[in-house]
């Protein structure tokens, strides 16, 4: 099994982050994951993103992206609850969202400095029915990446 971490696609957070908004910036997003994928070869993929990560994650999901049919299934840990999600046309593979509750923010919040598509949160209730998939409690109560969990070994 082959573990791959592509960096993101602008500054933020001391470092890289995913930016997937406006088309432009999801478009340069996707095409580092997508070239990512093409590179490791593997033809079953689980697609993984923490906190802005997961944002993303859940775009690419609900933009329906398998890139090219290898992914079985995408798993968000603890995912800013933004408006990405809204329309969502997720393809037939396996979803998992993981939540710590820590970054519980209501529907309508003003996402400040935060990475968040359309400037406001949605809540996670809204976003849960977005993504067509009730959250799962994370192992973790505080904001904290879900380095290991069990799909990773479970989905293949």
Not at 52 to 57: C, E, I, K, M, T
Not at 124 to 132: F, L
Not at 134 to 149: G, K, M, W
Request: overall charge negative; aromatic content about 12%; hydrophobic content about 40%.
């Amino acid at each position: 099994m082959r573990h791959s971490f592509p960096s993101g696609n602008a500054a933020g957070w001391g470092g890289l982050q995913w930016l997937y908004f406006p088309e432009s910036e999801y478009q340069a997003a996707r095409n580092i994951v997508a070239n990512d994928v093409a590179a490791g070869g593997c033809a079953r993929v689980i697609v993984y993103g923490f906190s802005n990560g997961a944002a993303f994650a859940a775009k690419l999901l609900c933009r329906g992206e398998t890139f090219g049919g290898t992914v079985i299934g995408y798993v968000i840990d603890d995912p800013v609850v933004d408006h990405a999600v809204e329309g969502c046309a997720r393809p037939p593979v396996r979803v998992v969202m993981y939540w710590t509750g820590d970054i519980d923010v209501p529907d309508g919040w003003d996402c400040g400095d935060w990475t968040c598509e359309g400037g406001s949160a949605i809540g996670i209730a809204r976003y849960e029915a977005a993504v067509g998939v009730a959250r799962t409690p994370s192992i973790h109560n505080t904001h904290q990446q879900y380095v290991d969990p069990p799909e990773f070994h479970t989905w293949f």
